[in-house]
């Protein structure tokens, strides 16, 4: 469902991805690991059509994100690094705006609505406005609005972050729920967050991939746990 091919980018002399290549299937959930600066938000926000790529391209669900970004864009739900949002509308208000970008209306937004609420357990603060919310919630009603319309494929930048330990859990149980139906791509620093949900891993420095494998994979080939094969790799591959 997603295709990349020799995918790069530039900031002036910083190289942040430089041409990566990879596939990501229906089934699968694959993350991205690497230390801060890899070039996992950069990739996340081309594949997601937010930043145009020097070179190289990719589809989502059969699209070109250069050719068709629009059917990118509708194909795909997106929680960004910092779960962008207007802090003035209330949860609700939010979500329905998001129902009206994504033309969602009448039952089929009933639907989603009711689906999507309890699903990221943000009930409670439904008719609050956004500016009064904890990171933990402003990060549920992220997840939120990138589910509404139940895309096939799911972008997700660090899905847990500013979670306590319950909403971690319910997350990553929400994410293993929905594995076998989409093809989910999630960008983390939590190494137990890989073990919990990945069925697959690459780990990128520099804007390269140093290794695509699977969680067990690694733990079995380097006999240590996946903090220290992340250590590892990261410390003593060149890249």
């Known amino acids: 469902m997603i295709s990349v091919k020799e995918l790069r980018r530039s900031f002036g002399p910083i190289v942040a991805v430089d041409g990566v290549s990879f596939e990501v299937e229906k089934g699968q959930v694959l993350g991205l690991l690497g230390p801060n600066g890899a070039g996992k938000t950069t990739a996340m926000r081309m594949l997601a059509c937010f930043l145009k790529p020097d070179s190289g391209t990719a589809t989502v669900c059969g699209h070109d994100i250069l050719r068709n970004s629009v059917e990118v864009r509708r194909s795909i739900g997106y929680l960004a690094e910092n779960s962008p949002a207007y802090n003035e509308m209330t949860v609700g208000g939010f979500l329905e705006f998001v129902c009206d970008v994504r033309q969602i209306k ?5 639907r989603a609505l009711d689906r999507v609420v309890p699903m990221c357990s943000v009930e409670s603060v ?3 406005t956004i500016e009064t919310l904890s990171k933990g919630y402003r990060r ?3 997840l939120a609005q990138a589910l509404i319309h139940d895309p096939d494929v799911l972008i997700l930048d660090e899905p847990t972050d500013g979670l306590d ?3 971690k859990h ?3 149980g929400l994410i293993n729920s929905m ?3 989409k093809c989910i791509i999630i960008s983390t620093h939590i190494l137990e967050e890989v073990e919990a949900v990945c069925s697959r891993t690459i780990i990128i420095s ?3 991939i140093l290794v695509d494998s699977t ?3 690694l733990k079995e080939k380097y006999k240590c746990s996946l903090e220290e094969v992340f250590r590892k790799i990261t410390k003593s591959k060149v890249a």
Do not use: S
């Open 165 to 167: 330990p319950n909403q």
């Open 170 to 172: 319910e997350v990553r």
């Open 140 to 142: 549920r009603v992220g």
């Open 215 to 217: 969680p067990k994979e």
């Open 126 to 128: 439904y008719h609050q």
């Open 179 to 181: 594995a076998k139906d």
């Open 106 to 110: 009448g039952k089929d937004r009933k």
């Open 206 to 208: 520099k804007g390269r």
